[in-house]
């Protein structure tokens, strides 16, 4: 293909359709492919931003602040390759089990962030806010609309599963979106119970097996253990406050 054919392919991609008209006027102009170029980037970066407001992420530090010596044990290689997005190509679930404050939700967020980055479509919620919204509406048609919509993005965040209870009902519906992605999109969940204590989590629900068995029928389960990492945060917090405190020179309050 030559050099003024691809650039015809692009604007084409572009559907500049009052370029096009005028294509054999402008090829031999040197401004055409620095326009094409300002096009491309300019889409490339609302599109990025679009699909960001969309994935709902939030705020988050980065996973080069993540104290891996902290845990213990994490598996840092197995998250590794779930940043390198390989999971998303096969439909692999992916689901963080620990307890609160080892930083699941902060690996989940930067695994998600990286997701958005390489193009694919993300949505971040935590299961207490997919539950309720799904059990909010009345209409069957609407739940249809939202459990598509909800179930719709190549990379699905569950966040906090087990740090609430959930009637039949929200049982019965975290099965529908799971079981509308299985074997054809990713899921990434993040919870603080083992499976066997998912009972508990969905009391008398009669699919939480089925809905167990969907999780984990293609999928990387990665285990972190350890003290909270916020409670360490706090007592350092606290230390340093005590050592400024004992400080020489600094009077009594």
Request: with cysteine; proline share 4%; net charge positive.
């Amino acid at each position: 293909m030559t050099p003024i054919e691809t650039l015809r392919r692009r604007a084409e991609a572009l559907h500049l359709h009052g370029l096009l008209a005028h294509w054999p006027e402008l090829t031999e102009c040197a401004w055409v492919e620095p326009l094409l170029n300002w096009e491309e980037s300019e889409r490339a970066r609302r599109s990025l931003e679009r699909r960001l407001a969309d994935a709902r992420i939030g705020r988050f530090k980065p996973l080069a602040d993540f104290d891996w010596d902290w845990p213990a044990p994490c598996d840092r290689a197995a998250i590794r390759e779930l940043m390198g997005l390989d999971f998303l190509k096969t439909a692999t679930h992916a689901i963080l089990v620990g307890a609160s404050g080892l930083g699941k939700s902060m690996i989940a967020q930067n695994i998600a962030h990286q997701a958005v980055l390489h193009g694919h479509t993300v949505l971040f919620t935590t299961a207490g806010q997919i539950l309720g919204d799904l059990a909010a509406i009345d209409s069957d048609s609407a739940l249809r609309r939202r459990l598509r919509h909800s179930a719709a993005p190549a990379l699905r965040v569950v966040d906090e599963v087990g740090y609430l209870s959930y009637s039949n009902r929200h049982a019965d519906l975290l099965f529908e979106l799971i079981n509308r992605r299985h074997e054809t999109r990713s899921t990434l969940m993040t919870t603080n119970r083992s499976f066997s204590e998912w009972a508990e989590v969905f009391p008398n629900a009669a699919c939480t097996v089925a809905l167990i068995d969907r999780l984990v029928h293609h999928a990387e389960i990665i285990a972190i253990k350890g003290e909270s990492y916020r409670r360490k945060e706090a007592q350092e917090r606290a230390e340093q406050q005590a050592r400024k405190r004992k400080a020489p020179g600094r009077s009594p309050a």
